[in-house]
């Protein structure tokens, strides 16, 4: 039986190579030693920022995000984009 199989994790955690790839590595930190993540207060907004993952083979892709939603977005929005199609995603939370 086929399993799914992880090609790609980031986390944001080691800025060296972790964020490699991204259009823009601006990252951000709740506190010392706390979660990373890509942008944070006053970064990143009003702009897209990408990635580029090469995958083998496959009939079937499962993407998992968390997106981090900081202060007020009245109004605001965030999509994901799939070869530069924005799709109908299942969001979870």
Known sequence: MKQ????A?????DANSVANGWSD???SSCS?????????????????VSKTYT???HE????????????N???ESVYMKVNDVIGNYT???
């Not at 799914?4 to 090609?7: D, I, Q």
């Not at 079937?60 to 202060?71: E, N, Q």
């Open 32 to 48: 010392e030693g706390g979660n990373s993540f890509l942008g944070g207060h006053c970064l990143l907004s009003y702009q897209e």
């Open 25 to 27: 590595m601006s990252i």
């Open 60 to 71: 079937h892709l499962k993407i998992s995000a968390s997106v981090h939603m900081f202060d």
């Open 73 to 75: 977005w009245d109004g």
């Open 4 to 7: 799914w199989a992880v090609t």
């Open 91 to 93: 969001i979870n939370g």
């Open 55 to 57: 995958l083998p083979k």
């Open 9 to 13: 994790h980031d986390d944001f955690e």
